[in-house]
């Protein structure tokens, strides 16, 4: 039977991107990343040809491996993802030459077609990207492949590039009266100095979806999330995120907008959210999150406009590590997104993600004691939240606090 409510509950489970049955991984040191012996190169794969997504960097200048799967997602459909970390395939003349015979040689050492691999790159930029590692180690990678969690660590590490530890992440949770699942490999270190540090992010899941309602799904979850993320930095051409569905789960198949999508793209967003969150916390010792939603919007433009320029205030970061913070400070750095806010109308808060305190409401000021902010200058996580009462819209965007 299918239940008309979305299910809010999604369960942190093991797994990584093997989680959902159907996906192998697998990670090998290859000789790519010359200075150390961990792995540099992984590969994620479906048992068969399946409908998949991407997200790309949002820079003109577009690496060669985007521009490759852009190229072989022409379809919709894929079955695998390949990626090495060491050097960067960006800005080399011969990228794109580079990386489809990477393709054909993954394709020679396996029963995976040429057009149905996806591939991204991560690491330093500007050295040469030669083939004779990945000659060396895509036929161990691809005999090297499991359905466990173990091959979804190795291809963690195989990611890694200015990152400390291996990052997956997987949940369950339920369409209906089907338990579905979604998993996750990725890297990405998130720092307040300005940086080129590559996002990728390898998602599967079990549920069963059209290839355009996958992609739907997944450019409106990355809008609500890594879009909405404000570090001082500038964004990597080999950004990516992908998303490959296999549809094993056995869920009624999710063709149009209806309440199992609505369902699907919660899930999928919160998934992403959590791990905006731990990029943000893992990206640096002294990280601390800054997580600003927005709620009661007239529109979904004016809420993700004013989450974000929240999130990246760096007024707003100082006067609460000085324990300065004003409620006011937050409405006119809101204008300069949202002119006409209903200041007599809002109500906002602040504090942590167990508690929250409010410091405007209906136009009046509330004063904070003294130990709360304390608190707020001491806390590892800062959740703000301004209630414009205006509108059915919100959004929520994530920043960086540090001394």
Same mark, same amino acid.
């Given at each position: 039977?299918?239940?008309?409510?979305?299910?809010?509950?999604?369960?942190?489970?093991?797994?990584?991107?093997?989680?959902?049955?159907?996906?192998?991984?697998?990670? =090998?040191?290859?000789?790519?990343?010359?200075?150390?012996?961990?792995?540099?190169?992984?590969?994620?794969?479906?048992?068969?040809?399946?409908?998949?997504a991407c997200v790309f960097s949002e820079q003109s200048a577009q690496?060669?491996?985007?521009?490759?799967?852009?190229?072989? $997602?022409?379809?919709?459909?894929?079955?695998?993802?390949?990626? @090495?970390?060491?050097?960067?395939?960006?800005?080399?003349?011969?990228?794109?030459k580079i990386g489809e015979k990477i393709c054909r040689i993954l394709?020679?050492?396996?029963?995976?077609?040429?057009?149905?691999?996806?591939?991204?790159?991560?690491?330093?930029?500007?050295?040469?990207?030669?083939?004779?590692?990945?000659?060396?180690?895509? #036929?161990?990678?691809?005999?090297?492949?499991?359905?466990?969690?173990?091959?979804?660590?190795?291809a963690a590490e195989g990611i890694m590039s200015s990152d400390k530890?291996?990052?997956?992440?997987?949940?369950?949770?339920?369409?209906?009266?089907?338990?579905?699942? +979604?998993?996750?490999?990725?890297?990405?270190?998130?720092?307040?100095?300005?940086?080129?540090?590559?996002?990728?992010?390898? $998602?599967?899941?079990?549920?069963?979806?059209? #290839?355009?309602?996958?992609?739907?799904?997944?450019?409106?979850?990355?809008?609500?999330?890594?879009?909405?993320?404000?570090?001082?930095?500038?964004?990597?051409? @080999?950004?990516?995120?992908? $998303?490959?569905?296999?549809?094993?789960?056995?869920?009624?198949?999710?063709?149009?907008?209806?309440?199992?999508?609505?369902?699907?793209?919660?899930?999928?967003?919160?998934?992403?959210?959590?791990?905006?969150?731990?990029?943000?916390?893992?990206?640096?010792?002294?990280?601390?999150?800054?997580?600003?939603?927005? =709620?009661?919007?007239?529109?979904?433009?004016?809420?993700?406009?004013?989450?974000?320029?929240?999130?990246?205030?760096?007024? $707003?970061?100082?006067?609460?590590?000085?324990?300065?913070?004003?409620?006011?400070?937050?409405?006119?750095?809101?204008?300069?997104?949202?002119?006409?806010?209903?200041?007599?109308?809002?109500? +906002?808060?602040?504090?942590?993600?167990?508690?929250?305190?409010?410091?405007?409401?209906?136009?009046?000021?509330?004063?904070?004691?003294?130990?709360?902010?304390?608190?707020?200058?001491?806390?590892?996580?800062?959740?703000?939240?301004?209630?414009?009462?205006?509108?059915?819209?919100?959004?929520?965007?994530?920043?960086?606090?540090?001394?």
């Amino acid at each position: 039977m299918r239940k008309n409510a979305v299910n809010r509950e999604l369960i942190e489970i093991p797994g990584g991107v093997c989680a959902p049955k159907g996906f192998f991984a697998n990670g =090998v040191h290859c000789g790519i990343e010359k200075q150390s012996k961990k792995r540099d190169l992984a590969l994620v794969s479906a048992d068969w040809r399946c409908p998949t997504a991407c997200v790309f960097s949002e820079q003109s200048a577009q690496s060669a491996p985007a521009r490759i799967s852009k190229k072989h $997602l022409k379809n919709g459909v894929a079955r695998a993802i390949l990626i @090495n970390s060491g050097v960067a395939n960006v800005f080399l003349e011969d990228g794109e030459k580079i990386g489809e015979k990477i393709c054909r040689i993954l394709a020679s050492t396996s029963n995976i077609e040429v057009n149905e691999t996806l591939l991204a790159s991560t690491g330093r930029v500007g050295e040469p990207l030669h083939l004779q590692p990945f000659e060396q180690g895509i #036929p161990l990678l691809s005999k090297g492949l499991v359905d466990s969690e173990e091959g979804s660590f190795a291809a963690a590490e195989g990611i890694m590039s200015s990152d400390k530890v291996p990052r997956q992440v997987a949940f369950s949770f339920s369409l209906g009266d089907i338990s579905c699942k +979604i998993g996750a490999i990725y890297k990405g270190t998130m720092r307040v100095a300005p940086n080129m540090a590559t996002t990728i992010v390898v $998602l599967t899941t079990d549920v069963n979806i059209l #290839p355009e309602m996958l992609q739907k799904a997944l450019t409106s979850a990355v809008n609500d999330t890594f879009n909405l993320i404000s570090i001082d930095g500038i964004s990597s051409p @080999n950004d990516m995120i992908c $998303l490959m569905a296999n549809g094993k789960a056995g869920n009624y198949r999710i063709f149009c907008d209806d309440t199992e999508y609505d369902k699907f793209l919660y899930a999928l967003r919160e998934v992403l959210a959590e791990i905006c969150r731990r990029m943000i916390r893992e990206g640096d010792a002294e990280n601390r999150l800054i997580e600003c939603q927005v =709620v009661g919007a007239r529109s979904k433009q004016i809420a993700r406009a004013l989450a974000k320029r929240l999130a990246a205030s760096s007024n $707003l970061k100082r006067k609460l590590i000085n324990g300065e913070l004003d409620p006011t400070d937050l409405v006119f750095e809101g204008s300069t997104v949202a002119p006409d806010l209903p200041f007599a109308q809002m109500r +906002i808060s602040i504090g942590t993600k167990e508690k929250l305190y409010a410091v405007l409401d209906d136009g009046q000021r509330l004063p904070l004691s003294v130990d709360t902010v304390r608190m707020l200058q001491t806390s590892k996580e800062i959740h703000l939240r301004m209630d414009l009462n205006a509108g059915n819209f919100g959004a929520t965007g994530y920043g960086c606090l540090t001394p």
